[in-house]
């Protein structure tokens, strides 16, 4: 078992920065896929950025340049650098943790994730 803590959430406006932290604990003397996903009202959960146990990194086409995934292993953490920040990235955002194995095709396929945090809001206003 892993539990995930989101922090860093925020409101800005629009063109800020924000800096998402998510801090895990439990097992986690293995490798896992990690991953930041989002959630605006009334849409469904989507990919945002996904780090891999070589460090390959993809990112949705919606964030690439303004987004940075990053995570340490030792304690096991994953970050979200977030500038240039627009309304539309406004949503709750929900870091992921899930196998082994990781493919940037994984930001569709949100079954791969295993664990999940509760989630912090990001608000940008315009």
């Known amino acids: 078992q892993v539990q995930l803590v989101e922090s860093g959430g925020g409101s800005v406006q629009a063109g800020g920065s924000l800096r998402l932290s998510c801090a895990a604990s439990?097992?986690?003397?293995?490798?896992?896929?990690m991953a930041w996903f989002r959630q605006a009202p009334g849409k469904e959960r989507e990919g945002v950025a996904i780090?891999?146990?070589?460090?390959?990194?993809t990112y949705a086409d919606s964030v690439k340049g303004r987004f940075t995934i990053s995570k340490d292993n030792t304690p096991l953490a994953l970050y979200l650098q977030m500038n240039s920040l627009k309304p539309e990235d406004t949503a709750m955002y929900y870091c992921?943790?899930?196998?082994?194995?990781?493919?940037?095709?994984?930001?569709?396929?949100?079954?791969?994730?295993?664990?999940w945090g509760q989630g912090t809001q990001v608000t940008v206003s315009s």
């Open positions: 780090i891999g146990n070589d460090g390959s990194i």
């Open positions: 439990g097992y986690t003397y293995r490798s896992y896929c």
């Open positions: 992921a943790a899930g196998g082994q194995y990781c493919s940037g095709f994984y930001l569709t396929e949100i079954h791969r994730f295993t664990y």
